[in-house]
């Protein structure tokens, strides 16, 4: 993402409070703005296939999507990571003509267990067959997409990134709103799927034209879960770990049976998707900001080090780097806090205008407050994989998902505990990712030089 940051910042050239603006809106559609499309899409389709569609066929089609999206992006959290590095280390050794067989040996390689997966899930709910096939569909083109923005992560023309993610949610909107009327549910889903096919396709479409070349495909990005196994571990368990509350109340005693295998869970869905919309800015900041600002002297100190500079200076230019990063950190705090507590201020207004009862303002406060614990908590997870931090990454993501897991547990006999459990795994992560952050970067030499290897290690063995 510092790549496209760093495009980002070239809009401001006078410095003016509108290329400010128009910067920092930018980041926030880059970086939210597909998320925020695929909701606004489901709510509008929601809301305008009502008159058509019978309350609980809404709802399965609302809830099939949400599962399509969660599932997708647990199971492929286990290749995210090291297809990324995999990807990182062809850009920097300037091999971009292993990009295009790498991206084509992924989708070979997943789609079809994406596709088993899905299957033997569906296998047990009693549903049309048509909305088995378009929910399996579904699951695998929103798998493809996934992988897919790794790749566009490098990408040169933002525009088309987000004009392609328009036009997908445009026709998923209009085809979806125009086969309910005819196919019911099934057409539903099926017009949502061909949006996001078209998407899919153009995403494909600018890779391809991003990295010109060879058109075969290899499997050598399969080497990354040998040479980094604690990212394909870190990428699993974080994001198994943003999905195990609500899927813990969703099977819970107090989980609302939609069809089959289909759950949902009122309040604590709703007040979660309120919450992860309030750190639009938080993210919006970490791209400009952190992503940028700290990579310059991130940059900068290893660049001391490789040019084999004076212990001193190298020394001088870890301590701007964390001064940097503080700077950075501080910021994005400062903004979303106040963000946060206008938030938590005007919520009984803004549930009054949605139309749910103040009784559940309680677990909306919480659930902000949370993600906002969790947004910092990502910026950590980052800085701590620029420093290469692996394994201390993993055992966080680790930590993080069993907290989660058994905090919500804990809470679902008591309302009044909803969200609690979320909040203080959050929490504790991010103080525990504060205290491994901070002693490494206070032990940054000794910890680069001794990761270093021996020259005339192997002799040396040998005698």
Same mark, same amino acid.
């Given at each position: ?7 980002l ?9 509108t290329?400010? &603006?128009?910067?920092?809106?930018y ?7 597909p998320?925020?499309l ?6 509008? &389709?929601?809301? !305008? ?8 066929? /809404?709802?399965?089609?609302?809830i ?8 997708? *992006? ?10 990324t ?28 267990? +994406? ?8 296998? #047990? ?6 909305f ?11 798998? /493809?997409i ?6 566009l ?8 990134? /987000?004009?392609?993610?328009f ?10 709103l125009?086969?309910?009327g ?12 061909a949006? +996001? ?8 479409w ?5 990295f ?7 499997l ?19 994001s198994?770990a943003?999905?195990?509350?609500? /899927? ?13 295998l289909?759950y949902t ?5 709703s007040?979660? !998707?309120f ?9 919006? *900041?970490? *791209? ?7 990579y ?13 500079e ?7 230019r870890r ?17 979303q ?7 938590l201020?005007a *919520?009984?207004?803004l549930?009054? $205008? &949605?139309?749910?009862?103040l009784r ?16 910092l908590?990502?910026?950590l997870?980052v800085?701590?994989?620029? !420093?290469? #931090? ?8 680790v930590? #993080?998902?069993?907290?989660n ?8 006999e008591?309302?009044? $505990?909803?969200?609690?459990?979320? &909040?203080a ?16 970067? +206070? ?8 990761? +270093?290897?021996i020259?005339?290690q192997?002799k040396?063995?040998?005698?």
């Amino acid at each position: 993402m510092a790549g496209i940051g760093f495009r980002l910042r070239e809009i401001v050239t006078r410095k003016t409070f509108t290329e400010w &603006l128009q910067l920092y809106l930018y980041s926030a559609v880059i970086f939210a703005g597909p998320w925020l499309l695929s909701v606004l899409c489901l709510g509008s &389709l929601s809301v !305008f296939a009502l008159p058509v569609l019978q309350q609980e066929n /809404v709802a399965l089609f609302t809830i099939a999507v949400v599962y399509c999206y969660a599932f997708s *992006l647990i199971t492929t959290g286990f290749v995210q990571l090291p297809v990324t590095r995999y990807v990182a280390d062809r850009l920097y050794g300037r091999e971009a003509n292993a990009v295009i067989p790498s991206f084509v040996g992924v989708i070979i390689f997943l789609a079809p267990v +994406q596709a088993l997966t899905a299957a033997g899930f569906l296998a #047990f709910c009693d549903l049309p067959i048509a909305f088995k096939v378009a929910a399996m569909g579904l699951y695998v083109v929103i798998s /493809v997409i996934w992988m897919a923005m790794i790749y566009l992560t490098a990408a040169k023309d933002y525009n088309a990134l /987000v004009l392609g993610f328009f036009v997908g949610y445009v026709v998923s909107f209009a085809l979806g709103l125009g086969l309910s009327g005819t196919f019911g549910v099934s057409g539903t889903l099926s017009g949502f799927l061909a949006g +996001q096919t078209l998407l899919c396709f153009w995403l494909i479409w600018r890779i391809f034209e991003e990295f010109p070349g060879d058109t075969s495909f290899n499997l050598d990005f399969l080497a990354a879960f040998r040479i980094y196994p604690h990212l394909a571990w870190a990428g699993l368990f974080y994001s198994a770990a943003i999905w195990i509350d609500k /899927v813990i109340f969703w099977f819970g005693p107090t989980g609302i049976r939609v069809h089959s295998l289909f759950y949902t869970h009122f309040p604590y869905d709703s007040a979660m !998707f309120f919450a992860y919309i309030t750190i639009v800015p938080a993210l919006a *900041l970490f *791209l400009v900001r952190v992503e940028t600002d700290f990579y310059r002297t991130y940059k900068a100190y290893f660049g001391g080090i490789i040019n084999k500079e004076p212990l001193g200076r190298i020394e001088e230019r870890r301590r701007q780097m964390i001064d940097t990063l503080k700077s950075s950190l501080l910021t994005v705090l400062v903004y979303q806090g106040v963000l946060t507590v206008g938030v938590l201020i005007a *919520l009984p207004w803004l549930l009054q $205008s &949605l139309d749910i009862d103040l009784r559940h303002v309680a677990i909306f406060r919480v659930a902000s407050v949370a993600a906002v614990f969790h947004v910092l908590l990502l910026v950590l997870l980052v800085i701590l994989l620029y !420093f290469d #931090f692996r394994r201390a990454v993993m055992w966080l993501c680790v930590a #993080f998902f069993t907290m989660n897991a058994v905090f919500s547990f804990a809470t679902l006999e008591d309302p009044e $505990s909803y969200g609690w459990g979320y &909040l203080a795994a959050a929490a504790i992560t991010l103080l525990a990712s504060l205290g491994v952050l901070w002693n490494r970067l +206070q032990n940054l030499e000794f910890l680069t030089f001794v990761a +270093q290897p021996i020259s005339g290690q192997q002799k040396i063995v040998m005698r």
